[in-house]
């Protein structure tokens, strides 16, 4: 069982509906970071989370800490928005007194106009 | 630059022959990282670096992988006697200290042949 999961896998929407991808980890974490990755590679950092809820224009995060569970939402879809949403646990490490991610599989979206 | 930098941005090289991917994170961010992800594949951790402290190589698949980082500065991610199944986007990372925001790359390609 993977440390971070997310789901769905595949998500198919047309446009001007509202989304949510899932995130669950079973790991205590110091962070969860919600990622976006375009075709040709380059990943953006959308939100970074330890408690409640972001919102950055279309897009909110949120996160609930006892259930160990995050959720981003995207209202008003766009084609633009099709991509990889990535879901990632920042792990804090006390020998090293660093983090690293450990990242979900992954969200492909794909909205249709 | 206003981001984290790598180079080169695509490299084919023959199995078995040495690589060297080089990463510049934005000025200042104490901590770097390095991830992998394979055709298909979700994002791997490779290794992290944090200011002075040793470095967190618990990612890196074998010991034909090594990195540095000098300076506090500039790290090289060496791969040694190179393989096919090395054959990845291979990203770096950079965040002000270990607990904010990290900013990625656009990746280096790398194909074995």
């Known amino acids: 069982k993977n440390e971070v999961e997310q789901s769905p896998q595949n998500l198919t929407a047309q446009e001007g509906e509202f989304i949510t991808i899932n995130c669950s980890y079973s790991v205590g974490i110091s962070a969860l970071h919600w990622l976006q990755q375009h075709p040709g590679g380059g990943i953006v950092s959308l939100f970074m989370l330890s408690s409640g809820k972001k919102k950055h224009g279309r897009l909110i995060a949120t996160i609930n800490i006892q259930e160990k569970h995050s959720s981003l939402h995207i209202t008003a879809s766009h084609p633009r928005d099709s991509a990889v949403y990535i879901c990632?646990?920042?792990?804090?490490?006390?020998?090293?007194?660093?983090?690293?991610?450990?990242f979900g599989e992954g969200t492909q979206l794909t909205v249709n106009p | 630059g206003a981001g984290v930098s790598q180079s080169p941005s695509n490299k084919v090289t023959e199995k078995g022959k040495d690589v060297e991917l080089r990463c510049d994170p934005i000025s200042g961010h104490t901590a770097l990282y390095w991830y992998r992800q394979s055709l298909g594949q979700g994002l791997e951790f490779l290794i992290y670096?944090?200011?002075?402290?040793?470095?967190?190589k618990s990612g890196l698949p074998s010991d034909r992988f090594s990195a540095e980082r000098t300076g506090g500065s500039v790290s090289t991610l060496t791969i040694q006697r190179t393989q096919q199944e090395d054959s990845a986007v291979y990203l770096c990372?950079?965040?002000?200290?270990?607990?904010?925001?990290?900013?990625f790359g656009q990746g280096t390609r790398l194909t074995v042949v």
């Open positions: 990372a950079s965040s002000l200290v270990w607990s904010t925001e990290a900013f």
């Open positions: 990632a646990a920042s792990l804090h490490s006390k020998e090293t007194s660093g983090s690293r991610l450990t």
């Open positions: 670096f944090q200011g002075n402290s040793a470095p967190d």
